[in-house]
C-alpha cells in the first residue's frame, strides 16, 4: 500500500508563509493527481488545490493568487506554497494521491495522509 506523510504544517502570523510537503511511499509504479484538501473547524473538508502528473493544476477561489502546489515526479513529492497566509485559512490540511501500486495485478491506490495542523493568527 501507499503512505503519504505531510509535513511543514505550523503556526504562522497573518501575512507569512508556510510550505507544506507530502511524500508517498511504498511500491509505487506512478502517482497521477495529487493534491492538498483542508478541513476547519466547524467546516467541512475542501479541495485547496491539485496537480497532475503532467502537472496541470487547480486551485480553490479562495487561494488563488496566494498558494502556489507543485510536485517532484522522482521524488514523488508534492508540495504547497503558501503566501499571504489569513485568519481563515488555518485548518487541518491532508494530502491525496492516486498511485498505481507494483503489484499481481498492478492496482490503483487512493491515499490520504493524517493531516498536518496550519494555524494563521491574527
Known amino acids: 500500500q501507499v503512505q503519504l506523510v505531510e509535513s511543514g504544517g505550523g503556526l504562522v502570523q497573518a501575512g507569512g508563509s508556510l510550505r507544506l510537503s507530502c511524500a508517498a511511499s511504498?511500491?509505487?509504479?506512478?502517482?497521477?493527481?495529487m493534491g492538498w484538501y483542508r478541513q476547519a473547524p466547524g467546516k467541512s473538508r475542501e479541495l485547496v488545490a491539485s496537480?497532475?502528473?503532467?502537472?496541470?493544476?487547480n486551485y480553490a477561489d479562495s487561494v488563488k493568487g496566494r498558494f502556489t502546489i507543485s510536485r517532484d515526479n522522482a521524488n514523488y513529492t508534492v508540495y504547497l506554497q503558501m503566501n499571504s497566509l489569513k485568519p481563515e485559512d488555518t485548518a487541518v490540511y491532508y494530502c491525496n494521491a492516486e498511485a498505481l501500486i507494483i503489484a499481481a495485478p498492478p492496482r490503483w491506490d487512493n491515499a490520504w495522509g493524517h493531516g498536518t495542523q496550519v494555524t494563521v493568527s491574527s
Open positions: 496537480i497532475t502528473s503532467g502537472s496541470t493544476t
Open positions: 511504498g511500491s509505487i509504479s506512478s502517482i497521477n493527481t
